[in-house]
């Protein structure tokens, strides 16, 4: 049974941007889009082991800190090399100023 | 420690067992403290720096081969060659360099097509290249596993020489090309290429090899020199400036460390040097955040400079800095140039690192 999990406050991620979340052992990357919607996916990037919260996000898309590797924060889809793993996302909802995921 | 053993620079070797045994492999590397709010603004991309300066570098590779080919036959065509050959074969390393890393421009498709051109003036097959820069990234200056260590110790000094003629880089690059377009692609070059991008190395390269068939048809159409000299040739006369730069990002300092502040240089460089190199005279700074496109660099320079060894003032400075660590590398190879931080910098913790710092040269 999938639980959603309280991510974040709304305003804890700023318009176009990503900040890390950390449950249960694992590491989730909250992004708030230009038009104001939010999304989730891991937190690691599918080619090495860094945290996408510390990339940058320009429209739809996640770049990479480490390797510019690009993913469709909305979709999870690699956008070519050096990421060829799709990154896996999660569905998100926003009750009463929380930005809440739904964890499988 | 390091010293104990003579480096294997394979990426398949005893150095890449070891490299991935001790932890140095795909490590967590020292950043310095950047607040997000700043490092964000850095990172910002913008299309219009590099669409200026990218025009200017076309306009200017077209001026000096019109020059060229009107002055072809006369020795007043040598000066016009001379700035062809460097905007041809060293300001495109840098360009391939940002375009690879998708940071020169906001718009990818300008990255992915300055990227293409750059490759192909540098004879480097674009798919190989861009994973072995991420290796690069990955593990700076690790032996075993670092695919792009320019000067390996002990250093071989004739062939540092010679790489200003690019006559090295020409005979691994063109029958490199060669091979791939015939198929054949290494082990070295399999321990970084992802599987399914090794059908995209092969046509790579025999668009390339394909365009130099081409390109030597009209000289023999032409029964002139002129083809080969505008197209090729440049890789040999033109890659000083990229030689003369790149050496110094990393020539004479630490390996096997996983601080960028240890294995890097930062070298304050004239403006015209600058242009062509586009700002990777900041490499420590580069290496440590990469997101940040080369127009961001002096500011990020400036923001982090109190946790770095204090740039070198001149490429002339840097040189005579590291002339004498390399005549001692010759018989010691584990001795290196330990940069000094300030008092305001982060120290270096050595626990996390390989090398044997008492090798070091104060």
């Known amino acids: 049974m999938a639980d959603w999990v309280e991510a974040c406050a709304v305003d804890d991620v700023e318009e176009e941007d990503v900040i890390r979340f950390d449950h249960g052992g694992r590491t989730f990357a909250i992004y708030r889009s230009p038009d104001d919607e939010f999304f989730a996916t891991d937190g690691f990037c599918t080619h090495e082991k860094a945290h996408l919260a510390d990339g940058l996000v320009m429209d739809d898309i996640i770049e990479c800190p480490k390797h510019n590797g690009r993913f469709n924060y909305k979709t999870g ?8 793993v799709n990154l896996q996302t999660y569905p998100v909802k926003v009750e009463a100023g929380k930005v809440m995921i739904q964890i499988a | 420690m390091a010293g104990t053993m003579k480096r294997d620079y394979s990426l398949v070797g005893e150095s890449t067992r070891r490299a991935i045994e001790t932890g140095l492999a795909s490590a967590e590397w020292y950043h310095t403290d950047v607040s997000r709010k700043a490092m964000k603004a850095l990172m910002q991309r913008s299309d219009s720096p590099a669409i200026r300066d ?6 200017a590779i077209l001026g000096s081969a019109a020059g060229g080919i009107y002055f072809w036959g006369t020795w007043w065509c040598v000066p016009f060659f001379f700035v062809y050959g460097v905007l041809y074969a060293s300001a495109s390393d840098s360009r391939w ?3 690879g ?15 293409q051109i750059a490759s192909f003036m540098l004879m480097r097959n674009p798919v190989t290249w861009r994973w072995s820069h991420a290796r690069h990234h990955t593990d700076t200056i690790i032996v075993g596993r670092d ?8 250093p071989d000094l004739l062939r540092a020489v010679l790489a200003f003629t690019g006559i090295l880089d020409f005979r691994y690059s063109l029958p490199t090309l060669v091979r791939n377009a015939f198929g054949n692609i290494s082990p070295d070059e399999r321990s970084f290429i992802p599987e399914m991008e090794l059908p995209k190395v092969v046509t790579a390269a025999r668009w390339h090899v394909a365009i130099y068939v081409a390109t030597i048809a009209v000289a023999l159409y032409m029964w002139s020199w002129l083809p080969l000299v505008l197209i090729g040739l440049p890789r040999l006369y033109g890659t000083w400036h990229m030689v003369l730069t790149g050496l110094l990002q990393h020539i004479g300092l630490a390996d096997n460390v996983i601080d960028h502040r240890l294995n890097s ?7 015209i040097s600058r242009f062509i190199y586009w700002n990777m005279n900041y490499h420590v700074e580069h290496h440590m955040f990469p997101m940040v496109p080369y127009h961001a660099l002096p500011r990020l320079h400036e923001l982090i400079k109190h946790d770095l060894p204090e740039p070198n003032p001149s490429m002339w400075h840097a040189y005579r800095e590291v002339w004498p660590v390399l005549l001692k590398q010759l018989k010691y190879e584990d001795y290196f140039l330990k940069r000094e931080l300030p008092p305001t910098a982060q120290p270096y913790r050595g626990e996390f690192h390989d090398v044997n710092i008492s090798a070091a040269a104060e």
Do not use: L, S
């Open chain 1, 77 to 84: 889809q690699a956008k070519g090399a050096p990421v060829c």
């Open chain 2, 54 to 59: 990218t025009i200017i570098w076309i306009g």
């Open chain 2, 97 to 99: 360099h940002e375009c």
């Open chain 2, 101 to 115: 890393h998708g940071t020169a421009f906001r718009t990818r498709w300008m990255n992915d097509v300055v990227y």
């Open chain 2, 147 to 154: 695919a792009e260590i320019a000067v390996m110790r002990p």
């Open chain 2, 265 to 271: 240089r930062t070298v304050y460089m004239n403006p």
